[in-house]
């Protein structure tokens, strides 16, 4: 294998009618991977037990091997954001955090360059590019994001605040944590509002960039897991959160491990996991922020998938799908679709499921309504019956005075 630019096999056989284009195959198979975008490349952060790290060029069409991760570091759900100064958008940190229940955490820290023209492989200045090393503090003291006793398996985070300094973590069971990054501490954490039994995990966690620019002291946050859907806003100023539920689709209520995009004022997920089943999904579905409505598409994944990642490319035309497992092994699938199929108006199919999704609504709305009478309901008889014992006692008490 070439690390100066690897150049893979390209699955030819995926069927032409489908909006989904074979991309060059990743040089190895990999499940819950970690992307981030950078100009045209997609940088490819590990997987489950997988520690190599790429660079995908989506012009050259090719991979560039980058770094491995240290032997130390757990990968199993981990989580890699990307971190761009306001100032300079070229100065870009990728932080990668996790570790499982009881376990060593890792937290590290990568400045990226292009390894497509990055020559310099001594490092010029006080840190070296394209190397993951401990995240430390002012005093160069390591900092671990993550106490000994959390699970980050499966863990999720996005970044935010004015300065793109705080970053907002989900994880296990039902916990949000903000820490600040150029003050390496927690500012606060809330607990998420969900009646889920299982815990919040391979989840799809983003930023409501529309909301949070409108509001520079809100930063708006969205949350899908299984059945549980979340508007989270947090007010920089107050150091506080604002949680709204919303209703998740009755055909990926039971889903976990989907890769997901952001694209305008959508959501995109593809595939997942059924996690009651353990069969794995060939469904798209796409959540409208600004109509807060849901659609599922009449076309499908290639191939059933899980444990994948969406990544939408720097021009926003394009969703990249990598990686992934197919309910028999991890894959080296790489598949893009453009963004302006999924934007279409509805076909017939997927006319007749929005008439059935909303009549689904309907029903669970008017249950929800009567179980609300029947607590009501329940409230003031329980109320008249304490009334009743009340006036039996002042009737008795009457009797006794009279006799």
């Known amino acids: 294998m070439n690390p100066n630019g690897i ?10 009618s489908s909006p989904f284009e074979t991309v060059t195959s990743l040089p190895i198979p990999l499940q819950h991977t970690q992307c981030v975008v ?10 489950a037990k997988e520690r190599a790290c790429y660079s995908y060029h989506a012009l050259k069409q090719q991979y560039k091997f980058v770094c491995a991760y240290p032997k130390y570091a757990e990968l199993y759900g981990h989580c890699v954001v990307k971190r761009v100064k306001k100032e300079n958008p070229n100065d870009i940190t990728l932080f990668s955090f996790g570790g499982q229940v ?9 400045k990226y360059v292009s390894v497509w023209d990055y020559k310099d492989k001594n490092g010029s200045g006080p840190i070296i590019p394209n190397k993951w090393i ?49 003050t390496f501490q927690y500012v606060t954490n809330a607990t998420l509002p969900t009646d889920i039994p299982n815990k919040i995990k391979y989840h799809c966690f983003v930023a409501n960039t ?9 930063d708006a946050m ?5 059945n549980t859907g979340l508007s989270i806003e947090y007010d920089e100023e107050k150091n506080a959160f604002e949680f709204h539920r919303l209703r998740v689709c009755t055909t990926i209520r039971q889903c976990v491990s989907y890769g997901y995009a952001c694209v305008k004022n959508c959501i995109f997920f593809f595939g997942g996991e059924y996690s009651d089943e353990g069969n794995n ?21 290639p191939i059933s998938l899980s444990g994948c990642v969406g990544i939408l490319t720097e021009s926003k035309k394009c969703v990249h799908i990598i990686g992934g ?30 008439i059935e999704e909303e009549e689904k609504r309907y029903i669970e709305e008017m249950y929800k309504d009567i179980e609300e009478m029947k607590d009501s309901l329940d409230i003031q008889k329980l109320k008249k019956k304490k009334k009743g014992k009340k006036i039996q006692k002042k009737k008795k008490k009457k009797k006794r005075m009279l006799m």
């Open 325 to 354: 497992y197919d309910g028999d092994k991890e894959v080296p699938t790489h598949m893009k679709t453009r963004v302006k199929k999924w934007m279409k108006g509805a076909r017939e199919i997927e006319k007749q499921w929005i």
């Open 38 to 47: 950078h100009n045209n490349e997609i940088i490819i952060c590990g997987g």
């Open 210 to 218: 529309k909301k949070s620019q409108s509001e520079m002291k809100i």
């Open 102 to 110: 009881k376990k060593q955490k890792h937290t590290l820290i990568m």
């Open 281 to 301: 999904s060939r469904e798209v579905h796409r959540y409208s922020i600004t109509e807060n409505a849901w659609m599922k598409f009449e076309q499908n994944l």
């Open 7 to 16: 150049r893979t096999k390209n699955n030819a056989n995926m069927n032409t």
């Open 222 to 226: 969205l949350l899908f897991c299984k």
């Open 134 to 182: 401990f995240f430390t503090d002012k005093n160069n003291k390591p900092m671990c994001i993550g106490r000994y006793e959390d699970n980050y398996a499966g863990v999720r985070a996005v970044i935010g605040g004015r300065n793109n300094h705080l970053l907002f973590i989900t994880y296990p069971p039902k916990h949000i944590d903000v820490f600040n990054l150029d």
